[in-house]
Structures are given as structure tokens and as C-alpha cells.
């Protein structure tokens, strides 16, 4: 009897093959793979070889941006003329500090008065010369803060709500005191109110209550940032007229009326903002 031994050689299924990380350093594994990758989605190996080949390019690409050279830097001459001709610009333009008399003169600033301050929550304040002034450098300025009425009312109002970090509704919800200031201020006012934590939000909040996209808005060239940011928000349409000129805002109004007469479009809503 013979017997017929077969001797095959072994290779190895890289397609079933447990992942063994020196892989990587093997040349055979990445042909394999690429050739499975490319049989299985060719054109998703395509995408990732290319990317490869990029991100390589672009890490060991050499940098072809110009190195400053000696031609290109300025000699102590040329510095020196720069120097000579540059004339340095004030931090405030002069035409606003005239204007707002922030440029004084020097020897009126060393003959003014300095009044000591004593400290303290107290709303008037007293010079060396015994002459009273209203202190508008601190938040107590009407004394409020040492009147018997508000600190009364404070401790009352600390008794009943406690304290915390902050107070609008946006974090505790409306409350009762809330609902309260705005019926009174209705009633003082004559018409419905709101109130708001803080003076930021309104603006925005209000306008964009009452003007939405197509809408005119006729705005006082000098309104506040935060009203302008509330007409960007709204989307409306935006004519400026000039600061409290009255005839400004009447010809703008003619001109909109013109304009309204000649294209016979829909009207639609305006608002003055001032």
C-alpha cells in the first residue's frame, strides 16, 4: 500500500483572523486588507486611501511660505523715518471729548475742589468747607438705603421670601409680589404692565413682541445699543431719523407715504421708536 502524503502550505485568512496588533507592522496584513476592503466597498477604500495619502502629504510637506530675508528687513534709516513720521492718535477723538468735556484744561483741573468722603451709606456728603452734596458716585443717592420705610419694608419682605442669589421669575417662577407691583403700576400708569429682571432683555424682548419680518420700524438715531439690537432681532424693515428732530421723522414719514401711493403694495405695520 502506498500512501500519499500532501503537503499544503499554510496561510493565514486575514479576513477571519483574530486582529493581533504587530499586524500593523506587517507589509502582507495591509495588502490583504486593502484587497478585502477594496472587494467589499471599493469606492469607500478609495475614499479612505485618499485621505490617508493627504493627511500624510500635508504633515510632511515642506513649508513654501517665504522666510523674511535680509533684503526685506528695514534698515535703522528707514525705522528711524517711521518713527519720525508716525503721530500717535488720542484715545477718544477730540471732536467727542470737546463735546462731552472730557478735555479740560490742566490748570482748571488742579484748581478744582476735592471733597473727603466719608464712609459709609449716606446719600449727601460734606466738603471741608461744610457745603452739602449729593453723593451720584455711590447707588445710594436718593437714601434709600437709610430710610426707615425700605429697611422696615426689607426685613419684612426677608421674614417672608428668605433670600437668594437672584430674584426674577425666569428662576423662581412669578410670585405673588411680582403680580403685585404690576397691577399697582398699571393702575399708576393707566395701561398694562411687565416687569423685567433687568433693563438687557426688555428692549429686545418688548420690540420683538410687536414687529416681526416685512414690518417698519422708525427709529431715534439716538436710541439706545439695546433697542437697535431688538429691531436687528426683529427682522423689520429700518428707516433712522435724526435725534429728536421731529421734522426728520415727518419727512421720512411723507417719503414712506410716497412710496406706499407709487407701488400700490400692501401696507403693512409701523412703528416709532424713540
Not at 9 to 37: G, K, P, Q, R, V
Request: glycine residues 6%; negative net charge.
Amino acid at each position: 500500500n502506498k500512501r500519499c502524503v500532501i503537503m499544503a502550505e499554510a496561510t493565514t485568512d486575514y479576513s477571519f483572523a483574530n486582529f493581533d496588533i504587530y499586524n500593523i507592522l506587517s507589509l502582507d496584513w495591509w495588502l490583504h486588507h486593502l484587497a478585502d476592503a477594496y472587494r467589499d466597498n471599493p469606492i469607500h477604500m478609495l475614499t479612505e486611501l485618499g485621505l490617508v495619502i493627504l493627511v500624510l502629504w500635508l504633515i510632511f510637506k515642506h513649508d513654501t511660505r517665504k522666510e523674511p530675508s535680509e533684503a526685506d528687513k528695514l534698515t535703522i534709516r528707514e525705522q528711524e523715518e517711521l518713527i519720525r513720521e508716525w503721530k500717535p492718535e488720542p484715545l477718544v477723538p477730540e471732536d467727542i471729548s470737546k463735546q462731552y468735556g472730557i478735555l479740560r484744561d490742566k490748570k482748571k483741573i488742579e484748581s478744582q475742589q476735592t471733597i473727603h468722603i466719608n464712609s459709609g451709606c449716606k446719600s449727601n456728603v460734606t466738603d471741608n468747607n461744610g457745603n452739602k452734596y449729593i453723593h451720584l458716585s455711590s447707588q445710594n443717592y436718593l437714601g434709600m438705603a437709610t430710610n426707615p420705610e425700605v429697611i422696615s419694608a426689607a426685613q419684612e419682605t426677608i421674614k417672608k421670601y428668605a433670600v437668594g442669589s437672584c430674584g426674577p421669575r425666569g428662576f423662581y417662577g412669578t410670585m405673588d409680589i411680582h403680580l403685585n407691583l404690576e397691577h399697582k403700576l398699571s393702575e399708576f400708569f393707566g395701561n398694562p404692565a411687565i416687569i423685567y429682571a433687568d433693563y438687557v432683555g426688555c428692549p429686545a424682548s418688548v420690540i420683538t413682541a410687536f414687529a416681526k419680518r416685512g414690518d417698519l420700524l422708525l427709529i431715534d438715531e439716538g436710541c439706545h445699543y439695546l433697542i437697535t439690537q431688538g429691531a436687528i432681532l426683529s427682522r423689520s424693515n429700518v428707516i433712522w431719523f435724526r435725534h429728536n428732530d421731529m421734522n426728520a421723522l415727518e419727512q421720512c414719514l411723507q417719503t414712506v407715504n410716497e412710496e406706499d401711493t407709487k407701488s400700490n403694495r400692501p401696507l403693512n405695520r409701523r412703528f416709532i421708536v424713540t
